[in-house]
């Protein structure tokens, strides 16, 4: 996805906003993007979707979409992984219909798939849709994103294999899953640049990219996602050293704050970007 700038925003209208007003809003506030949650049911109201596109416009607040949970495109039966393409294409139309640029999705479960073989179902789903989006005109980009659950299909070394594999395909990155999937693993600035560093090397310029971000706790095992927690819990990963990263590289990305409170983390994560912009 073509960027200008580092955009952030909340996953989801914002929680101190009415949502008839939530795009001026975000804007007053100082923010300039939005994902657009349809993780229950996509809709389907092209002229509303339209609208509610139209207004984001206006205000400088560029969307993406999450799509449905329900999507498990390395499902065990030839019928469920046609109905998580048909959800996923419903979702890329609707992004389509409101000018969002890139829909993010759980890509699935390895259930009794070995590793290899669920990657192998699901790039050969991603393909058919892609042919589908391709036919229609959909020219609305596919993000798999990294999960934090080690059962689930989405690894970062899995998102970036469907990445490189699918044409039109480039992965949603989640810190906050990457941190507690493998028990924890972000501890600073270093563990940061390691994981960009296998991204370039497999997809190549970290420009575009879409981030989620926010502090994870992880289950009782310290292995996968428990819950998710404001800025500054304690629970991890901090922010800091990836601000750090993004400002001094001039990194252009789509920073979508999965906090419990929202855009009031979109601002906090973007004060603390601009005060290593500053220098300070």
């Given at each position: 996805?073509i960027?200008d700038r580092v955009?952030f925003g909340p996953?989801?209208?914002p929680i101190?906003?009415?949502?008839?007003?939530?795009?001026?809003?975000l804007?007053?506030?100082?923010?300039?993007?939005?994902?657009?949650?349809?993780?229950?049911?996509?809709p389907?109201?092209?002229?509303?979707?339209k609208?509610?596109?139209e207004?984001?416009?206006e205000?400088?607040?560029l969307l993406?979409?999450?799509a449905?949970?329900?999507i498990?495109?390395?499902?065990?039966?030839e019928e469920?992984?046609?109905?998580?393409?048909n959800?996923?294409?419903?979702?890329?139309?609707a992004?389509?219909a409101?000018g969002?640029l890139?829909?993010t999705f759980h890509p699935?479960?390895?259930?009794?798939r070995?590793?290899?073989?669920?990657?192998?179902?699901?790039?050969?789903?991603l393909?058919?849709?892609?042919?589908?989006?391709t036919?229609e005109g959909?020219?609305?980009e596919?993000?798999?994103?990294t999960m934090?659950?080690?059962s689930?299909?989405?690894?970062?070394?899995d998102v970036?294999e469907?990445?490189k594999s699918?044409?039109g395909?480039?992965?949603t990155?989640?810190?906050?899953h990457?941190?507690v999937?493998?028990?924890?693993?972000?501890?600073?600035?270093d563990d940061?640049?390691?994981?960009?560093?296998?991204?370039?090397r497999e997809?190549?310029?970290?420009?575009?990219?879409?981030v989620?971000?926010t502090?994870?706790?992880a289950?009782?095992?310290?292995?996968?996602?428990r819950m998710?927690?404001e800025?500054?819990?304690?629970?991890?990963?901090?922010?800091h050293?990836?601000?750090?990263?993004?400002a001094e590289?001039?990194?252009?990305w789509?920073?979508?704050?999965?906090?419990?409170?929202l855009?009031r983390d979109?601002v906090?994560?973007k004060?603390i970007?601009?005060s290593f912009?500053r220098?300070?």
């Amino acid at each position: 996805m073509i960027l200008d700038r580092v955009r952030f925003g909340p996953a989801g209208f914002p929680i101190d906003s009415p949502k008839e007003r939530a795009f001026e809003y975000l804007r007053k506030i100082g923010l300039s993007g939005m994902e657009y949650q349809a993780v229950r049911r996509v809709p389907t109201n092209e002229k509303e979707l339209k609208k509610l596109g139209e207004e984001a416009k206006e205000n400088d607040i560029l969307l993406t979409l999450h799509a449905p949970y329900a999507i498990n495109l390395s499902a065990e039966t030839e019928e469920k992984i046609k109905g998580s393409i048909n959800r996923l294409l419903s979702a890329a139309k609707a992004a389509k219909a409101m000018g969002a640029l890139h829909v993010t999705f759980h890509p699935g479960y390895y259930l009794k798939r070995s590793r290899n073989d669920a990657l192998r179902v699901a790039i050969s789903a991603l393909r058919e849709l892609r042919e589908i989006m391709t036919s229609e005109g959909i020219d609305v980009e596919l993000g798999p994103e990294t999960m934090g659950k080690p059962s689930q299909l989405g690894s970062l070394d899995d998102v970036l294999e469907m990445a490189k594999s699918v044409e039109g395909v480039s992965p949603t990155i989640d810190f906050a899953h990457l941190h507690v999937r493998d028990g924890g693993i972000i501890k600073g600035e270093d563990d940061y640049r390691s994981i960009l560093r296998r991204i370039e090397r497999e997809i190549g310029d970290l420009n575009g990219l879409v981030v989620h971000f926010t502090e994870v706790e992880a289950t009782s095992s310290g292995y996968g996602e428990r819950m998710h927690h404001e800025l500054g819990s304690g629970y991890g990963p901090d922010f800091h050293p990836l601000a750090k990263i993004i400002a001094e590289n001039g990194l252009k990305w789509f920073i979508v704050s999965e906090s419990p409170i929202l855009e009031r983390d979109s601002v906090k994560m973007k004060e603390i970007y601009e005060s290593f912009l500053r220098g300070s």
